[in-house]
C-alpha cells in the first residue's frame, strides 16, 4: 500500500479510471469473440449481420483511448479480412 498522499491519491485515481474502462474492455472482448466464433463455425451471414457492431465496439473503445488508433485499424482489417476469406 502506498504511504505517500500523492500515491495513494493516484491509487485512487487509477481504481476509478479502471472500473470506468471495465464496461468497454469487455464488451470489446465478448464482440470479437463471438464474431470470431462465428467465422470459425463458417455461419458468414450471421457474421456479416454482427460486422457493424463489432466496427462499433472498436471504434468506441478508440474513443475512449482503450486501444490505439492503429490498433483499432489493424483489428479492424484482419477481422474484414476474416470474413471476406472464408
Given at each position: 500500500m502506498p504511504i505517500i498522499e500523492s500515491a495513494i491519491k493516484r491509487a485512487r485515481q487509477n481504481e476509478t479510471r479502471r472500473a470506468r474502462r471495465q464496461p468497454f474492455k469487455?464488451?470489446?472482448?465478448?464482440v470479437l469473440r463471438s464474431y470470431t466464433d462465428l467465422i470459425k463455425e463458417g455461419k458468414k451471414k450471421e457474421a456479416a449481420e454482427?460486422?457493424?457492431l463489432v466496427m462499433k465496439v472498436i471504434d468506441?473503445?478508440?474513443k475512449k483511448n482503450i486501444l490505439h488508433k492503429n490498433t483499432?485499424?489493424?483489428?479492424?482489417?484482419?477481422l474484414s479480412k476474416m470474413i471476406?476469406?472464408?
Open positions: 469487455t464488451r470489446l472482448k465478448s454482427l460486422f457493424p468506441t473503445a478508440t483499432a485499424d489493424r483489428k479492424k482489417s484482419r471476406s476469406a472464408k
